[in-house]
């Protein structure tokens, strides 16, 4: 699969997206922990079908030290006994942040309140612009037909 732009050499997309980067790596300062900004990145990833951020996010998380058992399991993470009730919290705030459109009303009080429930004021702002980023990711990379499969652990760091 070839993709329909590159976001790289376009002097276009050049003057956005090399903005991007430098956003990204600020989001990993921020005190949401490494293993849950990972399983967030990849659930909103997987709900949005886009390959390079599966890709990228499975094999950081996995470089982290993050088990194959519970990479397999973030898409049924409500079935799976491996997260704990934090990362469950995230997951949730997660999806109903990618859904917005089913939802008709975005992340509901109840997953609001669980979330809360379990991270601080900076970690939730972290988490939504986590979500609110990943969703803007995700959709560059699917309108564009950017590839996956190729990334490399540590590549834009």
Request: charged fraction near 20%; aromatic fraction near 6%; glycine fraction near 8%.
């Amino acid at each position: 699969m070839e993709a329909r732009v590159n976001y790289l050499t376009s002097p276009s997309a050049g003057k956005a997206v090399k903005y991007l980067m430098p956003a990204g790596r600020a989001l990993k300062e921020t005190p949401l922990a490494a293993a849950t900004q990972e399983l967030v990145a990849l659930r909103v990833s997987q709900i949005n079908g886009c390959a390079p951020c599966i890709d990228m996010h499975t094999k950081e998380a996995v470089a982290a030290g993050e088990t194959t058992v519970r990479l397999n399991l973030v898409a049924a993470w409500r079935e799976a006994t491996v997260f704990t009730e934090a990362e469950r919290a995230a997951l949730a705030l997660a999806e109903e942040g990618t859904r917005v459109a089913d939802g008709a009303g975005g992340v509901g009080d109840e997953v609001w309140a669980y979330a809360s429930k379990h991270y601080d004021e900076e970690q939730l702002t972290a988490l939504v612009v986590l979500v609110s980023f990943m969703n803007m990711v995700n959709r560059l990379n699917i309108i564009s037909r950017q590839p996956g499969g190729d990334y490399e652990a540590g590549q834009f760091h």
